[in-house]
């Protein structure tokens, strides 16, 4: 647990290294954080749920910092609005990596005592709970960087290479393969982690469909630009339409057209689109819309689990995946009493959920169970498109 620990919390420095200091203290929208409040947020939990609980005599390194860098567990006290996270200048950024040192040093001392405190299996469960949320905020912490550099005016890369962004291509056509009528278990199951709103195993049945081998790609995408789908009412939901109007949508985010060709910003700048790459950042308007223009759908997130079970091969994606499932608990989901229990339940409105995981997503984090969940109109993740019949 400790190698797990320690792995984790140097991935997010390695992530936050190719920054400059301006770029950690912005915020272009209420959904995209500074990196420098991820920096600090993943540090305050370790620091709220584990060390002020359990190390006696513990001094914790702010007393502000509850109050700065609370994302939303009311239980805990107030916070600063969501929206107001990047007109924080101080504590610095340079402070910020000394907080963060401070909570590593201090829970690694604590985990060479633990097997002796009596709270231990708590304490370790805590701890597993910490990692999984760093990681869960590391892919936010990429998504959010892309957004910061991809807006300004003159598309700064973060990195000259190794991009994850950049590495994947399918040159093959797309194929479909039948899954059968009956019924499927779905949930996790066993006594690895997995988060609450997983768990629940319950058995579905599902009439047979077929879905494809890959996700969608974007020169499969262009073709519906072209087809002038975004001019178009019949192809969107109301809310759908709503949303290209008032935004005056023709595209992707991240897609910018320099006399007649298409680009696209990656974490390595703007570079041409690719079109055997993977459709990346459209919402779920623009998946359900694309869907039906191809006279397909999107699979609910049971007929993708169910997929999965058949083989597994057929659904590595490097994009998380819209299904038309909304966010809603599995039979039995019960939250636990406290701040953690604040952790998915609440959240179980109006959002849609994501399966997959993407090429954002750290090492070990993903598993078929895994349910990721956005708000319908929301583009900034590494979100694609898989398609059922």
């Known amino acids: 647990m400790l190698d797990y620990f320690l792995k984790t919390r140097a991935w997010t420095k390695q992530l936050i290294e190719p920054l400059q200091t301006e770029d950690c203290v912005l915020q272009p929208v209420q959904e995209v954080s500074p990196p420098k409040w991820h920096m600090a947020h993943t540090s305050w939990f370790f620091e709220e749920f584990v060390l002020k609980p359990f190390v ?36 610095s950024t340079k402070v910020i990596r000394q ?58 890369l973060y990195v000259e290479e190794g991009a994850p962004d950049c590495d994947w291509s399918a040159e093959k056509a797309l194929e479909w393969n039948r899954v059968e009528e009956g019924m499927y278990l779905i949930g996790h199951e066993g006594n690895d982690f997995c988060f609450d709103n997983e768990k629940g195993a ?14 969608v790609r974007n020169d499969e995408y262009l073709e519906f630009i072209e087809a002038g789908a975004y001019q178009d009412f019949q192809w ?9 109007l008032a935004n005056q949508m023709d595209s992707p985010l991240y897609w910018v057209k320099k006399e007649d060709q298409w680009f696209r910003y990656s974490l390595s700048g703007l570079i ?18 694309f869907a039906r223009w191809k006279g397909a759908r999107l699979p609910t997130e049971f007929e993708w689990e169910a997929a999965f079970q058949i083989n597994p091969d057929w659904m590595y994606s490097p994009v998380w995946e819209w299904t038309a499932s909304a966010y809603l608990p599995y039979p039995g989901f019960k939250t636990e009493p406290g701040a953690l229990g604040e952790y998915n339940g609440k959240f179980m409105v109006n959002q849609m959920v994501l399966r997959g995981g993407s090429l954002a997503t750290p090492e070990g984090h993903w598993r078929p169970s895994y349910r990721n969940f956005f708000h319908p109109h929301l583009q900034w993740q590494f979100s694609g498109i898989r398609l059922v019949r």
């Open 56 to 91: 006696k005599d513990y001094k914790v390194f702010s007393e502000d910092y509850a109050y700065l860098f609370n994302s939303y567990y009311n239980h805990v006290g107030q916070r600063n609005p969501r929206d107001n996270r990047g007109s924080i200048s101080r504590p």
């Open 99 to 156: 907080y963060r040192q401070h909570v590593t040093e201090a829970v690694s001392l604590f985990w060479k005592q633990l097997q002796e405190h009596k709270d231990w299996p708590e304490i370790s469960r805590r701890l597993e709970i910490g990692i999984n949320h760093e990681q869960q905020h590391q892919e936010l912490l990429l998504t959010d960087i892309k957004y910061i550099l991809g807006t300004q005016p003159f598309y700064p």
């Open 236 to 244: 969107w939901l109301a809310e759908g339409w709503d949303w290209v």
């Open 202 to 215: 319950h058995d579905v049945f599902l009439e047979s469909f077929e879905i494809a081998d890959r996700a």
């Open 272 to 289: 041409p689109l690719e079109p055997f790459g993977p459709l990346m950042h459209v919402n779920y308007y623009e998946a359900d819309a």
